[in-house]
């Protein structure tokens, strides 16, 4: 076993010194790099542009509103490409095709506190408290 090991010590070694693993090495982590930024670049600012017909619901970060006249206006722009999805009269969603995942999570939430805040709840947030050994003060 020990000499297994020393044999394939001398191979990495020799390997690592040659110049096609250094430049392989280098090529590998620049394309590393550039995939891992690759969706910031093409994603853009992270924001969905939503077209409204009616009322606008309340600002979201991730949400830029464009209002509508009418649900025709709102479809001939979602159809453009000029907005990603027509929210029509609070609670129906127009997209071009299928709607992105995250672009629905976020109308489905904004449209369920719409929901809560019209039927007067107050939802506070949960106190979180830590116990035990881990505990911060």
Request: glycine content about 10%; overall charge neutral; charged content about 20%.
């Amino acid at each position: 076993m020990n000499g297994l090991m020393l044999v394939a010590q001398r191979e990495v070694r020799t390997r690592i010194r040659t110049k096609s693993f250094l430049i392989s090495l280098a090529i590998s982590a620049i394309l590393v790099a550039a995939l891992a930024f690759l969706p910031k670049a093409l994603g853009g600012d992270g924001t969905f542009d939503v077209g409204v017909v009616g009322a606008a619901p309340a600002p979201v970060t991730q949400l830029s509103y464009s209002r509508y006249p009418d649900e025709a206006a709102a479809r001939k722009a979602v159809i453009a490409g000029d907005v990603d999805a027509a929210l029509i009269g609070g609670d129906r969603v127009v997209a071009n095709g299928e709607l992105d995942q995250r672009l629905g999570l976020i109308l489905e939430s904004v449209h369920r506190d719409e929901q809560i805040k019209a039927a007067g709840v107050t939802v506070t947030p949960l106190r979180v408290e830590s116990v035990g050994a881990d505990a911060r003060y």
